[in-house]
């Protein structure tokens, strides 16, 4: 037989040849796999994934006190950069009787301005900030807290974030920061509202002089009555620093439900898939697991400004009532309008509904760039904190 053909038939009737590993090697390669494949890189640059970091727990202490010093700070940036508008607009929707020919124009914004540096310097456009550092800290900061907190209970899962909710939620936040800081934020409004020229109120006198006031007795008035009158004014002492607090509660429903959903809502279009290249950074690879994708900074504020130009604009009437109520006992007898009053003193004696608007429009030119760099703050320093 040739050869080739007894080579083949051997092949054809030799035994199949099985190769046998040592089962304790086989146990060393698959150990050796699942480790390797639970072992981060060496190196950021290798081609593995690096594995994610764990959601932060939002109810935690740790993640309580990071965003509240967040919001905290961003709330101080945001309103030292609108500090001298802020002056001028308290000016003009308070009616102060030494402005009220400025308001109305860009133009008469400059004049007070001017008149303001005239009188006092530069340091009379920031009349009042340190009062409002004072209450923005805690409020920006409870403010953010309480939106997280509420946000967690109210949105618990994706399936549920509506718009509505979303709403429900800044609402809330607001209503809950502006409850525990409204005090300051009035003696911030008092000490905006003087214009004496050479000396001016100090912290702890505007605060004694919001505590006294009282409406005076009608005149002529017996001694019983007047007696009567100054025994019960310190027993209402304190109230008299929440002047104001119901329109402002009416008034910080839409602002901070409209500021948030809009800002929410803002995002989520920038970072619609078609618009992500341009609009979004890139997220590293161990990001927390569900943090939304990063804003460049152009984005992030603008829909910051977005969410201040709507929130404004929605909320703005019942602000102008507010500011007026808060230096009723400046500019008055001390008697302490309700709402339906203020609203109506504006329609009579403000040209109707064009009071209610009064400084509209450096409101926008205030309020834009504060929210835009409040949200942009607030989530730079959100980054910078891990959380």
């Known amino acids: 037989m040739p050869t080739a053909l007894m080579s083949h038939a051997s092949l054809q009737g030799a035994p199949s040849t099985k190769i046998h590993r040592d089962p304790i090697d086989a146990t060393k390669t698959r150990y050796e796999v699942v480790k390797k494949s639970r072992d981060p890189p060496v190196c950021p640059t290798d081609d593995e994934q690096v594995p994610q970091s764990p959601a932060k727990n939002k109810r935690s202490v740790d993640y309580v006190w990071r965003s509240g010093v967040a919001g905290g700070l961003a709330g101080c940036a945001a309103k030292t950069i609108v500090a001298p508008l802020d002056r001028v607009k308290i000016l003009f929707q308070s009616h102060n009787p030494h402005f009220v ?118 005149v002529p008035a017996s001694g019983v009555v007047a007696e009567t009158v100054n025994a019960t004014a310190t027993k209402f002492g304190i109230t008299n620093f929440y002047r104001g607090f119901s329109p402002t509660l009416l008034g910080m429903l839409p602002y901070a439900g409209m500021s948030f959903l809009t800002h929410d809502t803002a995002g989520d279009i920038l970072r619609h898939p078609k618009l992500a290249k341009w609009t979004t950074i890139p997220q590293p690879e161990n990001a927390p697991d569900g943090k939304k994708i990063q804003l460049r900074s152009w984005a992030e504020l603008l829909a910051g400004g977005v969410a201040g130009l709507v929130s404004q604009t929605v909320s703005y009437p019942l602000e102008v009532i507010r500011r007026r109520m808060q230096v009723g006992g400046a500019v008055g007898d001390g008697h302490r309008l309700r709402i339906a009053e203020t609203a109506a003193l504006i329609m009579r004696g403000e040209h109707g509904l064009r009071g209610f608007f009064v400084g509209l429009t450096i409101g926008y030119a205030k309020v834009v760039p504060m929210v835009a760099a409040s949200f942009y703050t607030y989530e730079r320093l959100k980054t910078a904190f891990g959380i």
Request: glycine share 8%; net charge positive; with cysteine.
């Open 101 to 218: 020919k400025y308001t109305g124009s860009w133009r008469g914004v400059s004049q007070a301005m001017k008149v303001i540096y005239g009188q006092d310097g530069a340091l009379g456009l920031f009349r009042g900030h340190s009062a409002t550092l004072l209450r923005i800290f805690p409020y920006a900061g409870i403010k953010f807290i309480a939106y997280e907190q509420i946000r967690a209970v109210v949105i618990p899962s994706k399936d549920k974030e509506t718009p509505f909710r979303r709403l429900i939620s800044g609402s809330l936040a607001g209503v809950t920061s502006v409850f525990f800081t409204y005090p300051l934020e009035v003696i911030r409004v008092r000490l905006a509202f003087e214009t004496k020229k050479g000396s001016h109120s100090s912290f702890t006198s505007i605060c004694k002089q919001i505590y006294d006031e009282h409406p005076k007795p009608p």
